[in-house]
Nanobody, 127 residues
Framework: QVQLVESGGGLVQAGGSLRLSCAASGRTFGRYAGGWFRQAPGKEREFVATISWSGGHTNYGDSVKGRFTTSRDNAKNTLYLQMNSLKPEDTDVYYC????????????????????WGQGTQVTVAS
């Protein structure tokens, strides 16, 4: 059973930066893609970023392109989301997720294709 634990959320001023981490534990195997999503109460889950197992393929939501960067360290079974130039509208609960093994270059923007999710970490950006 794979478990994901996010960390790194918190309160930051607009224009600041945060780095989220997502550590996978348990039976971690297979070439899983990693994804980041965010969701505010009463709103739909929004795609933020995805990265392939190889790390060579990434995709970002339009609202975060040029500001957020996702990366991974497979030796540590950890995903990262570097968030720069944060805006108040980035305030949300951020979730990391992983897919089953679709191959080393697979990425996905669709939440339904992720089968393991973390518990979420709150990011609050003050204006």
């Amino acid at each position: 059973q794979v478990q994901l634990v996010e960390s790194g959320g918190g309160l930051v001023q607009a224009g600041g930066s945060l780095r989220l981490s997502c550590a996978a534990s348990g039976r971690t195997f297979g070439r899983y893609a990693g994804g980041w999503f965010r969701q505010a109460p009463g709103k739909e889950r929004e795609f933020v970023a995805t990265i392939s197992w190889s790390g060579g393929h990434t995709n970002y939501g339009d609202s975060v392109k040029g500001r957020f960067t996702t990366s991974r360290d497979n030796a540590k079974n950890t995903l990262y989301l570097q968030m720069n130039s944060l805006k108040p509208e980035d305030t949300d609960v951020y979730y990391c997720a992983t897919t089953v093994d679709y191959g080393s270059d697979y990425v996905s923007v669709r939440a339904i294709e992720y089968n393991v999710w973390g518990q979420g970490t709150q990011v609050t950006v003050a204006s």
